[in-house]
T-cell receptor, first 113, second 112 residues
Framework: NAGVTQTPKFRVLKTGQSMTLLCAQD?????MYWYRQDPGMGLRLIHY???????AKGEVPDGYNVSRLKKQNFLLGLESAAPSQTSVYFC????????????FGDGTRLSIL | GQQLNQSPQSMFIQEGEDVSMNCTSS?????WLWYKQDPGEGPVLLIA?????ELTSNGRLTAQFGITRKDSFLNISASIPSDVGIYFC????????????FGTGTRLKVLA
């Protein structure tokens, strides 16, 4: 009963370093999303995907890239990490049309020094 | 970017009390979702609402899709300690855009 799994759970980076966050879902969902959560703010959409091989920009895409090579995986990349990208990152997935509820992973807490 | 206004931002209540919180916007939404987030975990879906005026319950939780389609309400009856957490609303403005807008959250603390 895994649902949405995110790895790693925690990571500390130095400014300028790169890294990739992995999201995997076992529910055969078509749609996947990456959000960031910052104190006092709601979840903000970074990028999303409506199917294997497709990606699209969300509300705050700058500084991030994504890939959806397999239906079950959605990767979020930071090419050159900046302190402003310190945040908690959540991946979500949903089934069917876009108004279906999104199911979330437990998050990746990322600190950029 | 647009965010939904949730009220109250935080609340302390006694165990056994009822809780009410709401989510408002200046825009019309077609779908409302309510989530709960525990520390160190991701949001978990509580209730989904799809029609204006819809009233849906999930155990001690009841949520309503506002008639104006610009707001939604969540009530928790007879609160218990495990109700502690942050409650988020999320709204979808137009079906098919896949882009939910999330509220800023209501932090609930229950005093035993």
């Amino acid at each position: 009963n895994a649902g949405v799994t995110q790895t790693p759970k925690f990571r500390v980076l130095k400014t300028g370093q790169s890294m990739t966050l992995l999201c995997a879902q076992d529910m055969n969902h078509e749609y996947m999303y990456w959000y960031r959560q910052d104190p006092g703010m709601g979840l903000r959409l970074i990028h999303y995907s409506v199917g294997e091989g497709t990606t699209a920009k969300g509300e705050v895409p700058d500084g991030y890239n994504v890939s959806r090579l397999k239906k079950q995986n959605f990767l979020l990349g930071l090419e050159s990490a900046a302190p402003s990208q310190t945040s908690v990152y959540f991946c979500a997935s949903s089934y069917g049309s876009g108004d279906q509820p999104q199911h979330f992973g437990d998050g990746t807490r990322l600190s950029i020094l | 970017g647009q965010q939904l206004n949730q009220s109250p931002q935080s609340m302390f209540i006694q165990e056994g009390e009822d809780v009410s919180m709401n989510c408002t916007s200046s825009s019309i939404f077609n779908t409302w979702l309510w989530y709960k987030q525990d520390p160190g975990e991701g949001p978990v879906l509580l209730i989904a609402l799809y029609k204006a005026g819809e009233l849906t319950s999930n155990g001690r939780l009841t949520a309503q899709f506002g008639i104006t389609r610009k707001d939604s309400f969540l009530n928790i009856s007879a609160s218990i300690p495990s109700d502690v957490g942050i409650y988020f609303c999320a709204g979808l403005r137009t079906s098919g855009t896949y882009k939910y807008i999330f509220g800023t959250g209501t932090r609930l603390k229950v005093l035993a």
